[in-house]
């Protein structure tokens, strides 16, 4: 698969998706990078109905064409998923994805992370947020029906507002406002884009949405990792 393709498949899927400290190193195909901790959320471990939540989200990115590789969530929502708790909204969480090609872990270790970026770049302004957004509930919807009934994760957005490219670090951020049912709040995300050790991925930053504060917040925090990431890479 070409890397425009490779690309393109990052970005249909961006919006889809053990207590730790201190930076985690993980394995992507033939690479390995090490990741940050995300300050003020807990990742998600080994308790059963943690590796339910991790699963659930595992399907669905893979479904998509990507690899789950971290879930941070508030450490009080992490404490309601241990308990089994139906009313585990989130108000703040973070994903960290691997981009796959043809459901295979493959790298780029000689491709330039710049013209990476510039790909994301062009690839962006084509996007359809509206078809992504009716292929996400129709992956979500056929993931809940395995598991809906051993945790509520049940995840469908509407209403999705394409807030484009917001900032440029060593990674590429946009942002995104959308609908999820069951919240009382709108969700928003700012995504940064990277190819780390030719790794193509990503990390989400989602919060329930309060006004434009919210998205300078997360962009701030998306700046931030990507900072933390791209030095200790």
Known sequence: MKLKQITLLLILTLLFGANASGESRVKFGDSYMLLPEVEGLCLLGNHPNEKIAFEYFSELQ??????LLQYWVNCKVQKKIKDGSSD????DWVMVLGQMSSQKEKTFPKYDPEKYKKSIKAAWKDLDIHHIQEQFNSLSKNQSKKYFDNLDLHFQMSDTINLGILSETDSVHTGVIMKVEGSNKPVAVVTGVNLIKGIPMSFNF???YENKDTIRRLLLDSEHYSAKLINMN
Do not use: I, R, V
């Open 62 to 67: 893979f479904s998509s064409g990507n690899k």
């Open 88 to 91: 585990a909204e989130h108000k």
């Open 206 to 208: 989602y919060s329930s």
